[in-house]
């Protein structure tokens, strides 16, 4: 089964920058691994989408509160997708999470609804993200 592991979050002073990292192992690109992309769940409230990006043709997709600040990007070579996380505010410290949907079924508009760790083939471990006042 596909496994994602997550590696980048830190704490940075608002406005401020972070780069985030998700490994995809046990599954290749050439598999046909359709759809990743990032949650994230902040204390005390539900997770939300952030980014997704189906994997065939690049294409991505953002969350309102992040649009024009992040940007998700892919290596197919290292198997490994990326958050660059801009313009950081303290309105976006959470626990960042990459998620993997094998079928793609979920890309784009689908990443941003109501979504449970159930309906992803897989969820890491997350990575902390604190943006400091």
């Known amino acids: 089964a596909v496994r994602v592991k997550e590696s ?3 704490s940075v002073q608002a406005g401020g920058s972070l780069r985030l990292s998700c490994v995809v192992s046990e599954y290749t690109y050439t598999d046909n691994l359709n759809c990743l992309g990032w949650f994230r769940q902040a204390p005390g409230k539900e997770h939300e989408g952030v980014a997704s990006i189906f994997t065939p043709d690049g294409s991505t997709a953002y969350g309102d509160s ?12 290292k198997n490994t997708v ?17 998620a993997a949907d094998v079928r793609g079924r979920l890309c784009g508009r689908g990443w941003f609804r109501p979504l449970g760790r159930h309906n992803l083939d897989a969820w890491g471990q997350g990575t902390p993200v604190t943006v400091l006042s």
Request: a neutral charge; aromatic letters at 12%.
């Open 8 to 10: 980048g979050g830190g």
């Open 66 to 77: 992040v649009k024009g600040r992040f940007t998700i990007s892919q290596d197919k070579e």
């Open 82 to 98: 990326y958050l660059q996380m801009n313009t950081l505010k303290t309105e976006d410290t959470a626990m960042y999470y990459c």
